[in-house]
């Protein structure tokens, strides 16, 4: 039986929408909102694959401080935005090449 | 007529999206070719073409995917509760369809498909100005047909 590349896809998918804004980060309702349509009803899948990129270092959630209100950012770590241009792999990560 | 800025931002969405070439975009926005070249090379616009067509790709892979599955669980679907499953997937895969409809995230390879889309577009415009504006359909008319055969002999 094929192993399920939904998981590692998903993760890709996310670095991906993130590398568009590579150096910055992305505030928390944008970046979910970009990439909501593939957790549709799997609230929980979207938590555990930000959990495995943090804990890949390919990305941070940070808290910053904008107009005196705490804003959750995400941001692509170089390490993301190498997996994201092809330089490194990561197999837990997958990104379909054209 | 685009100012400045507006001819760098279509410029940029030609070569990173479009996938259109320095040239190319050079003579659509009306810049300097050079210019052009200097700056797409600075701010890396051929790998952010390339990172585009990657993330295009991985769409319709996450696509794909997702409609496998729903088909894959409507068909073993014994009992009530695995038919509920099977509807969450469907409707999983209808939100990704909708958040990333198809005609823009398939690469131009399947020209049934694309014309599928075209006539479907041309019949909806029809349609509309049905309602909205009879003049500009009757205006429009005479020429349907050999835009119809134009399309036609696009796709070979």
Known sequence: MAADRTPALRRGFILLALHGQYPLPLARPMFERAVAAFYTGDDAGLARDIAYLIEKKLMTVDTERLMNRAVETCKLTAEGCDVVEGATQIPGVEIVRA | ?156
Request: charged residues 30%; hydrophobic residues 45%.
């Open chain 2, 1 to 156: 007529m685009m100012t400045r800025a507006a001819a760098w931002d279509e410029a940029r969405r030609l070569v990173v999206c479009e996938g259109l070439d320095y040239a190319a975009a050079a003579e659509t926005t009306g810049l300097p070719l050079s210019t052009l070249q200097k700056r797409a090379s600075a701010e890396q616009w051929k790998k952010q073409a390339k990172v585009s067509a990657d993330y295009n790709a991985t769409v319709r892979a996450l696509k794909a995917i997702t409609l496998e599955k729903a088909i894959e669980s409507m068909r073993n679907a014994e009992t009530p509760k695995d038919a509920i499953d099977a509807a969450q997937l469907l409707y999983a895969w209808k939100t990704a369809e909708g958040a990333y409809p198809e005609h823009r995230y398939t690469a131009a390879q399947d020209p049934k498909a694309r014309r599928a889309i075209q006539v479907g577009t041309l019949e909806q415009l029809v349609a509309f100005l049905e309602r909205e504006d009879r003049h500009a359909l009757a205006a429009l008319a005479p020429h349907l047909a050999s835009f119809a055969s134009e399309l036609e002999r696009a796709d070979g």
